[in-house]
C-alpha cells in the first residue's frame, strides 16, 4: 500500500492487517541499474542524498518492506491501495513489475471513493474508515494483460522512454484510471524544446502571480496540479529552483 500515513487508517478498519508500505518516491531519481541489488543501493544513495534517511535506514525500512513481495503464499489476495496520481502510479508499477513473477496469487487495485470532484486527487487521506472499507469492497481484479500493461508502463517509466509511454498510455484498463493524463502529466515535465517543464512553470507563474511563502505556493500548486502527488519536499525543491532563477523578493 501507499505509504505509512494509509497504514494507519487501515489500522482503524475491520479489513486484513497484513500490510505490505510503499515507502518509496520513484517519482524522483536515478532507476536505471543492471540489477535489483544495484537499483536498492542506487535508491538508498538518492534517498540519504535528499531527505534525511541515512542508507541503512533506507534498506532496513523501505527495501525490506518491498522484499516482502518475493515471498507473498501462493493462492494469496493481494490488494494494491494506491491512487491516480503520478507519485503513486509509479510506485504501483514499480510494484506491479515485482509481483510479476507470481503466478498464483491474485492481484487487485483498491481505487480511492471520490465524493467530489474537488476531492478528486485527495486519495484515501480525506476517507474514513466506512469508505476505506466500501473501497476494499469495490476492488478490481487484474487480468494478465492488466499486469502486462503495469509492467510495460514500469520499463517506460524506467527508462524515460516517453514515446513508449505515450502509446501505453492509451491503453484501456479497468485497473488505470487517468492513465493518459498521468502519463502526459509526466512527458510534460520534459518538454524537448528546453523550455520550462510544466511542474516549474506552475510554480513560476505561481510566484509571479500569486504569492512566494512557500505554504501557499504548495496549496495552490496542489489544488492546479494535484495529478502530480508532490509532496512538500518535492515541491521545495522546484520551489527554490524558481525562487533563485527569478530573484524573488
Given amino acids: ?8 487508517q487501515l489500522r ?21 541499474a543492471d540489477n535489483m541489488a544495484d537499483f536498492w543501493k542506487l535508491r538508498a544513495r538518492f534517498i540519504a542524498d535528499t531527505f534525511t534517511i541515512s542508507m541503512e535506514d533506507y534498506l532496513r525500512k523501505s527495501k525490506a518492506e518491498f522484499e516482502k513481495l518475493n515471498s507473498i503464499p501462493e493462492n494469496s489476495e493481494v490488494c494494491l491501495w494506491f491512487e491516480n496520481d503520478l507519485f503513486c502510479q509509479t510506485n504501483m508499477w514499480f510494484v506491479i513489475s515485482m509481483l510479476s513473477n507470481h503466478k498464483k496469487i491474485k492481484i487487485y487495485r483498491v481505487f480511492p471513493i471520490v ?7 485527495n486519495g484515501f487521506g480525506i476517507s474514513d474508515a466506512e469508505e476505506l472499507e466500501q473501497a476494499y469492497f ?9 499486469l502486462k500493461l503495469g509492467r510495460e508502463l514500469w520499463i517506460a517509466y524506467q527508462n524515460s522512454d516517453f514515446s513508449k509511454l505515450g502509446e501505453l498510455a492509451r491503453s484501456q484498463s479497468k485497473c488505470f484510471e487517468c492513465l493518459e493524463e498521468v502519463c502526459r502529466a509526466h512527458i510534460d ?22 504569492s512566494t511563502e512557500f505554504e501557499t505556493v504548495f496549496a495552490e500548486f496542489s489544488i492546479r496540479e494535484g495529478i502530480y502527488g508532490f509532496g512538500d519536499v518535492q515541491l521545495k525543491r522546484i520551489y527554490d529552483r524558481q525562487m533563485q532563477s527569478g530573484k524573488h523578493a
Fill in 138 to 146: 469495490s476492488k478490481v481484479q487484474f487480468t494478465k494483460n492488466d
Fill in 189 to 210: 515535465r520534459f518538454p524537448k524544446d528546453g523550455t520550462l517543464g510544466r511542474p516549474d512553470r506552475v510554480v513560476k507563474e505561481i510566484l509571479e502571480t500569486v
Fill in 115 to 121: 465524493k467530489s470532484s474537488a476531492d478528486f486527487w
Fill in 1 to 8: 500500500m501507499n505509504g505509512d500515513c494509509l497504514a494507519e
Fill in 12 to 32: 482503524q478498519t475491520k479489513i486484513n492487517q497484513d500490510f505490505v508500505i510503499c515507502r518509496e518516491c520513484l517519482i524522483e531519481g536515478d532507476l536505471i
